[in-house]
């Protein structure tokens, strides 16, 4: 085992820091073989604890000196933790200097002090900072700080930390120096520091509030040209904090700079803001609408961080989803009034939802099953989870639903009017906006709706519908239950907003509401009806449950045509969808048997050709759901069936409206000059999938038009869109002009890192036919451009493979899981956040058919068996493995 191996932590176990940390100054020498740090601090007792030893955390640290006032001291190092028994009694400050070197080149964790392209980057969230020093790394423990840098000024010519630049200046031998002094007291986990060599690009604003503020993104030479848009996201997040919430910047300068090493997507800094390139860089050439538009959540979501999170931040990691959750929820909503058009917004909250449902429900079901508000973990960087952060989105969207916007505006102000610059808990946060709205519902019933933090699984709603014509009444009984979930067999019920409608025979709208369920089970009664009502139940989703109605099919195809709620319209086509790819799964037809109905195929066309409806809501219709999505509503799995299922269908689609497909690409192919917003890249969206219909539609009738149309389109795109979509096309289709095509792509983008990324990732990811992507994934690892050391080319090779192509996946010959297995162990020795990752491909393999089940089982016990294996990987497994 490793040394410091760390035991079960758990959340009943807060306790306050028996220490209170209020400045720190630390001194830098950077070198990446050997660096330098300083660190004078000053401490005192927490005289509301019970007096205790003080315990610093350190991790992979050289320790040199330990100074308090002034004083060599006695100490020891016991479980990864500098213990100092021997310090001044009572409560007066003290000095503690701490000298310790660490070796950032030879960090591949990327956590604490690293290199990466010769610059240096520090991420601390969750505990980090312990890699860098000692300190008591824990979110409640907040200081002032003081960064002093040292570097050679050739090779790192900007040195940058959190706060304001007060000095900076030459030093002797080609070294300088900058100091920051951040304003804010901060944990330490937003502590940052970037050294190296980057270019910036500035702007200036004003705020409402009438201040002057520096706006700065930082990348390599050669990649300014990319920056406009993360630098016109950056506004868009200053303006809209202002505008929604009245919260405005509160620093004078505010960075993000930009790494191609990064663990995950971005991190929240105190006013230097460290972000992976891909939520940066951009422009038409290299990057796509979905690049665009998740640059622009990613940015917004940082800076709002800025309040929540940093302002008011987490008192132990516990309550991660006190600002992830709620960040979450601030940037889902940005990017929806940013979309402006009520069509826009509607395709961004079905697109959320499609997140939540393809990744968290099925989380929320498997092995690694936990509330909103975890109670335990071993390795809390596994709990950086789709539960923590997208589900936790949905219960603030719940509390914004039950008080109102405005009600729940009003519960922000008074959130930061009691809790600005402390670290506090989601209990606090729920008691804000219920205290703001004393007559709501969310405040007479907050202990029940607060199980949505401490009770794991995905509750279901149960409807039924009886309809009584002589007296025209109809009666629908909504009824709640939650499976178990581990260490959580028994559940109460949740208070679960409803939004509610019913359409008339004439498929006109004849009521709406908010139903707010309380009760296991509850009878609403709706009188004075001309006829039996179809009833449009989760409006907008308004709800992360899942719903169970019996809909039939003239019920599902009244809602496509004419719910007024575009997010069950939507939802109706996919239940129709769903229902049929059931169906064919269960009654094992073979492929090429496989016919979608007429009412089906007639009801795609209806939407395809509508007259009105926007371009990127019918690409959303028309996209079949996802495998794993299919997958969810199965007992027992067999992913090979469901991919050959669903590809069967969506050739049928392809064929059956061929010339609605020829249509719909010619109608929406030319766009003008390229503009990322939402009309013109809901356009574009559906001329791609279009083209990659007609390419299958060929591939049954042999026809090499399409191809060759898509093919062109390929070579004269005009932007990354386009062209990654027509290239898309051909390898989905499996066309021959795929390879040339794919040849092309790489010798055009060799030195686009980020476009090699989709290269690898649309390889990885390519339908199987005959067994041959895995040796092509094999392939592409020892390609030249492959590194298992960067994060995003691991991620675009191993995961698009292993998480992402289920129908490749899952061999019957098991291949797939002992090459998963492999890698699992070997990312565990770089990097064992990213094969934590990896690991949880795996969750579901209880519901796999035999053989794959035993196989899975197998690969997952053979990780598990593994000396010395990492804490994050470990309680992945081990949890995989019990019951
Ligand atoms: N706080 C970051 C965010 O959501 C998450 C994050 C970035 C992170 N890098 C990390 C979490 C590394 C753990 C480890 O915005
Ligand atoms: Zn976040």
């Not at 003290?94 to 000298?99: R, V």
């Not at 889902?332 to 997140?355: H, M, N």
């Not at 590809?647 to 689609?653: D, G, N, S, T």
């Amino acid at each position: 085992m490793r040394e410091g191996q760390a035991n079960v932590i758990y959340r009943a176990d807060y306790q306050a820091p028996a220490f209170w940390i209020d400045t720190v100054e630390l001194c830098f020498d950077l070198d990446p073989a050997k660096t330098r740090v300083l660190n004078k601090m000053k401490l005192r007792r927490n005289p509301d604890a019970v007096p205790q030893a003080l315990r610093l955390d350190g991790e992979d640290l050289n320790l040199a000196r330990v100074l308090v006032n002034g004083q060599g001291t006695s100490f020891k190092i016991e479980n990864n933790q500098l213990v100092l028994e021997n310090l001044p009694e009572g409560y007066e400050p003290f000095d503690l200097e701490i000298f310790t070197t660490c070796a950032p080149a030879k960090n591949t964790k990327l956590m604490g002090l690293y290199v990466s392209n010769d610059s240096f980057f520090t991420q601390c969230e969750a505990e980090g900072f312990r890699r860098i020093t000692y300190f008591l790394d824990r979110p409640d423990v907040m200081a002032s700080y003081t960064v002093l840098l040292r570097a050679d000024k050739a090779r790192y010519p900007v040195l940058l930390s959190n706060g304001n630049l007060v000095d900076q200046g030459a030093l002797e031998d080609g070294r300088h120096y900058a100091k920051w002094v951040d304003p804010f007291r901060k944990p330490s986990y937003l502590f940052a520091l970037v050294a190296g060599q980057l270019v910036c690009r500035e702007q200036r604003i004003t705020s409402r509030a009438g201040k002057d503020h520096l706006l700065q993104v930082y990348v390599r030479p050669g990649d300014l040209d990319k920056t406009e848009h993360a630098m016109n996201s950056l506004m868009a997040s200053v303006a809209w904090d202002e505008a929604r919430f009245g919260l405005s910047l509160d620093l004078e300068r505010f960075m993000i700079v930009a790494t191609s090493d990064f663990n995950m997507g971005a991190m929240e800094n105190k006013g230097l803001n460290v972000f992976n390139t891909k939520y940066v860089l951009a422009s038409q050439a290299t990057a796509t609408d979905t690049d665009y538009s998740n640059i622009e959540s990613v940015v917004g979501h940082e800076y709002f961080h800025n309040w929540t999170g940093n302002r008011v931040t987490c008192r132990d990691w516990f309550q991660l989803s006190l600002k992830e959750g709620l960040t979450v929820f601030r940037d889902q909503e940005f990017s929806q009034d940013l979309a402006g058009e009520p069509s826009a917004r509607a395709v961004k909250r079905i697109e959320d939802v499609r997140v939540l449902r393809t990744a968290q429900f099925p989380e929320d079901a498997g092995p690694m099953a936990h509330p909103v508000r975890p109670d335990q973990y071993l390795e809390i960087n596994n709990f950086y989870t789709v539960t923590v952060y997208e589900k936790g989105a949905e219960v603030v969207r719940m509390m914004q639903t039950l008080v109102g916007r405005e009600g729940f505006a009003r519960g922000m102000a008074l959130y930061f009017e009691r809790h600005d610059g402390h670290a506090v808990t989601c209990d606090d946060f729920a008691q804000a906006i219920a205290d703001a709205n004393p007559e709501s519902q969310l405040a007479k019933l907050l202990p029940q709706f607060k199980r949505w933090y401490s009770q794991a699984g995905t509750p279901r709603i149960n409807a039924a519908g009886q309809y009584d014509a002589a007296s025209g009444t109809y009666e629908l009984t909504l009824s709640q239950s939650c499976p178990a979930t581990p260490g959580q067999p028994d559940k109460l019920p949740f208070i679960i907003p409803i939004g509610l409608g019913l359409l008339g025979p004439d498929g006109r709208e004849v009521g709406n509401g908010m139903h707010v369920l309380t009760e296991a089970s509850e009878t609403l009664s709706f009188p004075g009806l001309q006829g039996e009502p179809v009833p449009s139940i989760l409006r907008g989703f308004s709800a992360p449950v899942i719903l169970e109605f019996d809909y039939s099919d003239e019920q599902l195809l009244a809602l496509l045509a004419h719910d007024t709620d575009p997010f069950n319209r939507w939802e109706a086509g996919q239940r129709l969808a769903v229902n049929r790819a059931i169906g064919f799964i269960r009654e094992a037809a073979t492929p090429q048997d496989i016919r979608l109905d007429s009412a089906y195929i007639e009801a795609m066309r209806t939407i395809l050709r509508h007259p009105t409806l926007d371009a990127a809501f019918k690409e959303l219709v028309l996209t079949l759901p996802a495998e794993t999505y299919i997958a969810e509503q199965l007992d027992v799995v067999d992913p090979q069936r469901i991919h050959a299922v669903r590809e069967a269908m969506r050739e049928h689609l392809a064929q059956a409206l061929y010339e609605d497909w020829q249509w719909a690409y010619e109608a929406h192919r030319e766009n003008g000059a390229y503009q990322p917003d939402a009309v013109s890249s809901g356009r574009r969206a559906l001329a791609g999938l279009a083209l990659t219909q007609l390419c299958l539609a060929a591939r049954r009738s042999g026809d090499a038009v399409w191809p060759g149309k898509a093919l062109q389109r390929f070579k004269v795109a005009s932007n990354m869109t386009d062209r990654f979509n027509a290239l898309a096309a051909l390898v989905i289709s499996g066309h021959e002009l795929a390879r040339p095509a794919l040849q092309k792509f790489h010798a055009m983008f060799a030195n686009e890192p980020l476009v090699l990324d989709k290269w690898f990732a649309l390889q990885a990811g390519a339908p199987d036919r005959g067994g041959q992507v895995l040796p092509a994934v094999k392939h592409l690892m020892s390609h030249p451009d492959f590194n298992i050391r960067n994060p995003n080319r691991a991620r675009s090779v191993i995961f698009s493979y292993c998480s992402a192509n289920p129908g490749a996946f899952h061999r019957p010959d098991a291949a797939g899981y002992v090459f998963w297995c492999e890698r699992v162990i070997e990312l565990d020795t770089i990097n064992p956040q990213v094969a934590a990752r990896l690991a949880r491909a795996l969750d579901r393999w209880k519901k796999l058919v035999e053989p794959l089940r035993g196989a899975a089982r197998e690969a997952i016990a053979r990780v598990a068996a593994k000396p010395d294996l990492s804490n994050d990987v470990r309680e992945v497994v081990t949890r995989a493995l019990s019951d």
